[in-house]
């Protein structure tokens, strides 16, 4: 059987054409597509072809190798500058531009409020397409490395062990000089002092910069600070403890396409919930239907405010995410008589209020210890002598009723769903995308990140629904 050989030194009549170099079903043709269909001056991006001195890369163009390049998890600036060379997808992207490195991470760096907004018109173009309804939206969470070690993240508790030892080595070096200066013969020994003093004005510099991050943590009034990323926060992950960000998305339920994102440093999602179904319903332009999240966005302020403005909340509690059955003497067995403000136990004894707190946004009540140790059932109900105590939300009838919300057969079928479409997102960035961390430090230049990510993960979606020939098209029209 004969063999096709390769022959690199084989001529052509003509050169190929830059557009011939990818087909027209290319994926790339719908990135393409995708960023001339945005407005970069609504973004924030300065187009402005008269403008005097050193000629700089077409800013569109700058655009499309970012959001390319992190489609297919090249985020590094070398290696996008390296594509450019030898990858035919990006030199048809480009135009055959080669922007170094310098300049692609300067353009990156330069525009992080521009990029944090690509997905809003990403968004409101899946609307205008019609692939985002805005009915039901769902809300997850999922922890990030940042580009710090945390190493790098002092407490209060670490700086107080720094600056003791730092103290004694002061002292150390102190005494060690002093003894030094007392030898005036020994000719080694004004070297050895010479080294003393800078060591000593080292330990100082040091406990001068321990003593300002001392003074951080008690202004800003956080449990940590990372010297590197002042703005992330320390997380814990099966992967092991780390100094990162919390990324938020909320998706549509009709295509799973995301509405928007955001980044917060926070190591719980249980006070976003409002904040995140805000932001989508801002991009959506009107107000969605129905919310929903898992047991780690139970918070029963923020659930309320959602639910305050007409929207189904369908959120578990941590009781009910728990799985577990109802023992005879757990709470919701207490009959609660609101007329005369007090719990009544199975065994028919009376718990009165005994006091409120605040700050907890709860109240007590209590059963005499006499009476709970009389019962047939002390030791089992509980094992305190001071008696049985219950706290009760201010805001309990909130939380009874989005508890029975969410055991509707019509919320379950609802809830059921957001795996398959608020999991699946972070699913793609992380092992397709492959996103081990983020490459830009604080919060405005992560969340520029999650944009173009968030975005990937639309432009991918709307492929794999209309086709690249098709998506090109409606981008066009």
């Not at 926070?266 to 319903?281: C, G, L, S, V």
């Amino acid at each position: 059987m004969a063999y096709r050989y390769p022959d690199r030194k084989q001529r052509m009549l003509l050169p190929q054409c830059i557009e011939e170099y990818v087909p027209q079903d290319a994926p790339v043709r719908a990135y393409d597509a995708f960023v001339d269909s945005l407005d970069l001056e609504e973004l924030g991006i300065e187009l402005n072809p008269d403008k005097v001195g050193c000629p700089q890369y077409d800013p569109k163009a700058m655009l499309k190798l970012l959001i390319y390049g992190y489609s297919y998890g090249l985020r590094s600036s070398r290696k996008l500058e390296r594509e450019l060379y030898y990858n035919l997808s990006f030199i048809w992207l480009t135009g055959g531009l080669k922007p170094d490195h310098k300049t692609i991470a300067e353009f990156r760096r330069n525009n992080k409020q521009a990029l944090r907004k690509v997905l809003r018109q990403c968004a409101r173009l899946c609307i205008e397409l019609e692939l985002i309804e805005g009915n039901t939206l769902f809300v997850d969470g999922s922890k990030v490395r940042g580009n710090a070690s945390i190493k790098n993240s002092w407490t209060t508790g670490r700086c107080d062990k720094y600056l003791t030892k730092i103290d004694e080595r002061i002292n150390q070096i102190l005494s060690q000089c002093d003894a030094i200066d007392r030898q005036e013969d020994d000719v080694a020994c004004g070297g050895s002092l010479v080294k003393m003093k800078d060591e000593l004005k080292d330990a100082e510099v040091l406990k001068s910069k321990v003593q300002d991050i001392v003074k951080r943590l008690n202004s800003q009034d956080v449990e940590s600070v990372n010297t590197t990323d002042p703005e992330c926060t320390n997380f814990h992950s099966r992967q092991g403890s780390h100094a990162g960000y919390n990324a938020q998305a909320v998706v549509d339920a009709k295509h799973g396409l995301i509405v928007s994102c955001d980044v917060v440093n926070r190591n719980t999602d249980n006070h976003q919930f409002a904040n995140q179904i805000e932001q989508a319903n801002e991009a959506l332009e009107k107000d969605c239907q129905a919310a929903c999240g898992d047991s780690g966005y139970w918070d029963i302020d923020e659930l309320d405010k959602i639910d305050h403005k007409g929207i189904k909340v369908i959120v578990p509690s941590c009781r009910q995410a728990s799985g577990k059955e109802d023992e005879p003497f757990d709470k919701v067995n207490f009959r609660y008589d609101g007329q005369r403000d007090c719990y009544i136990c199975p065994a028919g004894q009376v718990l009165t209020c005994c006091g409120t707190e605040p700050d907890k946004r709860r109240k007590n009540y209590r059963i005499a210890g006499s009476v709970c140790r009389a019962c047939g059932h002390f030791g089992v109900c509980t094992t305190s002598r001071h008696g049985r105590k219950l706290t009760r939300l201010l805001k309990q009838e909130l939380k009874d009723r989005l508890e029975a919300q969410y055991e509707q057969a019509d919320s379950q079928q609802t809830y059921a769903l957001r795996k398959q479409k608020a999991e699946l997102p972070f699913g793609h960035i992380k092992r397709n995308l492959k996103l081990d961390g983020f490459s830009l430090r604080g919060l405005v230049g992560v969340r520029a990140e999650m944009s173009l990510l968030s975005s990937c993960f639309n432009i991918a979606r709307m492929i794999t629904i209309m086709g690249v020939i098709g998506l090109v098209l409606k981008l066009g029209a």
